[in-house]
């Protein structure tokens, strides 16, 4: 069982800058690949970042590929989002998400994972 508790989000202006921490507990961090998911209100949860088990292994959505950095260290069992160049869209409920496969790759569908934090809100004001 895994136990994970995000943190970082609160209010930003466009173009602000922010770094949501995403904790795990248990000492298997290391086994999971890790990702970030959102939610708008009305809207489906959707991908934003994905990191595989090793590190080595990256995915973005194209919507915030190259304003957020996906990271992890496994020393203290936390992944992290940095998110830089912050867009009204962007505002949503922010989930990192665990998986229990063995592959090292970065998953990208919400069904690849089994482990849910509880989310942290984003806004970004215009």
């Known amino acids: 069982q895994v136990q994970l508790v995000e943190s970082g989000g609160g209010l930003v202006q466009a173009g602000g800058s922010l770094r949501l921490s995403c904790a795990a507990s248990g000492r298997t961090f290391s086994r999971h690949g890790m990702g970030w998911f959102r939610q708008a209100p009305g809207k489906e949860r959707e991908f934003v970042a994905a990191?595989?088990?090793?590190?080595?292994?990256?995915y973005y959505a194209d919507s915030v590929k190259g304003r957020f950095t996906i990271s992890r260290d496994n020393g203290k069992n936390t992944v992290y989002l940095q998110m830089n160049s912050l867009k009204p869209e962007d505002t949503a409920v922010y989930y990192c998400?665990?998986?229990?496969?063995?592959?090292?790759?970065?998953?990208?569908?919400?069904?690849?994972?089994?482990?849910w934090g509880q989310g942290t809100q984003v806004t970004v004001s215009s």
């Open positions: 998400a665990a998986d229990l496969s063995m592959l090292d790759y970065a998953k990208t569908r919400r069904d690849e994972y089994s482990y």
């Open positions: 990191i595989s088990r090793s590190g080595g292994g990256l």
